[in-house]
């Protein structure tokens, strides 16, 4: 059975971090590319980060620009599980974070986690 678990999120001041995780199970972790994506009320769904599966010439990795240089992206291959580390929050970070593996025509969700960057 896939799972994908999402933890680590909460309310947090702005300028404050946060570290989302994934812990994944049901499936290879190592062969999966692994985003974020959030999604703000009355907005639609939007990619945020992603990693490329191990073993890829370059592990590389992708930011949407409102993020960059503030949000990491990684992953633990040893336990399945994906991090984004979130910086320098801001209000407009808020939303539901999910976590998201995909392999060929293999796509998986995790459930969300809420992030509220508020005063």
């Known amino acids: 059975q896939v799972q994908l678990v999402e933890s680590g999120g909460g309310l947090v001041q702005p300028g404050g971090s946060l570290r989302l995780s994934c812990a994944a199970s049901g499936f290879t972790f190592t062969t999966y590319t692994m985003s974020w994506y959030r999604q703000a009320p009355g907005k639609e769904r939007e990619l945020v980060a992603r990693?490329?599966?191990?073993?890829?010439?370059?592990?590389?990795?992708y930011y949407v620009d409102s993020v960059k240089g503030r949000f990491t992206i990684s992953r633990d291959n040893a336990k399945n599980t994906a991090y984004l580390q979130m910086n320098s929050l801001k209000a407009e970070d808020t939303a539901v974070y999910y976590c998201?593996?995909?392999?060929?025509?293999?796509?998986?969700w995790g459930q969300g986690s809420q992030v509220t960057v508020s005063s």
């Open positions: 998201n593996a995909r392999a060929w025509a293999n796509v998986y």
């Open positions: 990693i490329m599966p191990a073993g890829t010439i370059a592990s590389s990795t």
